[in-house]
Antibody, heavy 124, light 107 residues
Framework: QVQLVQSGSELKKPGASVKVSCRAS????????MTWVRQAPGQGLEWMGW????????TYAQGFTGRFVFSLDTSVSTAYLQISSLKAEDTAVYYC?????????????????WGTGTTVTVSS | DIQMTQSPSSLSASVGDRVTITCRAS??????LAWFQQKPGKAPKSLIY???SLQSGVPSKFSGSGSGTDFTLTISSLQPEDFATYYC?????????FGQGTKVEIK
């Protein structure tokens, strides 16, 4: 079945950068956009934005502009989240999720399959 | 931003109970609402989209209803594997927002 396998846990120092990968399998990668969601320790889910896997065009939620970058390598069906100038408050589990769409007066997107999650810990 | 408020924040229930979780949006979102289940240490699992449509492979004991600002997730007969935290999420407009979660615990 459809799978999204994410890269392993990361321990980084403040000010460093991290790149999280999300490798898709068993579907046509460019046919479905990808979204990213953050979950801080003991907290709920927070939407970060999404990327059009066909055009590479990203959309970022407020609060995730500047230091956060979504990118793709379609040759290996992989989406990436890069975070630069890491801060302690970036400590969280980061999830990718595939988006499916349907038309209802406009196109609407919902999450169907989630990635395995990547824990990023920022600590000196 | 649209605020999503779930109630209750937690509940205790027994195996076999019928459980209902409510999600209220701060403004109308038509039926652009999804529900997710998350178990400790695991990724969320998608249950429902468009307020009432079951995701593929999700058992029919889960059902969703509502439109506009008020929505419900119902589990018809709670089983041990259903003890988890449940989140609603609106995708009517950016930024997509989640409810704070409802933790379903064993009584």
């Amino acid at each position: 079945q459809v799978q999204l396998v994410q890269s392993g846990s990361e321990l980084k120092k403040p000010g460093a950068s991290v790149k999280v990968s999300c490798r898709a399998s068993r579907y046509i990668f460019t046919s479905y956009p990808m979204t990213w969601v953050r979950q801080a320790p003991g907290q709920g889910l927070e939407w970060m934005g999404w990327i059009n896997t066909n055009t590479g065009n990203p959309t970022y939620a407020q609060g995730f502009t500047g230091r956060f970058v979504f990118s793709l390598d379609t040759s290996v069906s992989t989406a990436y989240l890069q975070i630069s100038s890491l801060k302690a408050e970036d400590t969280a589990v980061y999830y990718c999720a595939r988006l499916k769409s349907y038309y209802s007066f406009a196109y609407y997107y919902y999450m169907d399959v989630w990635g395995t999650g990547t824990t990023v810990t920022v600590s000196s | 931003d649209i605020q999503m408020t779930q109630s209750p924040s937690s509940l205790s229930a027994s195996v076999g109970d019928r459980v209902t979780i409510t999600c209220r949006a701060s403004q109308g979102i038509s039926n652009y609402l999804a529900w997710f289940q998350q178990k400790p240490g695991k990724a969320p699992k998608s249950l429902i989209y468009a307020a009432s449509s079951l995701q593929s492979g999700v058992p029919s004991k889960f059902s969703g209803s509502g439109s506009g600002t008020d929505f419900t997730l119902t589990i018809s007969s709670l089983q041990p594997e259903d003890f988890a935290t449940y989140y609603c999420q609106q995708y009517n407009s950016y930024p997509w927002t989640f409810g704070q979660g409802t933790k379903v615990e064993i009584k």
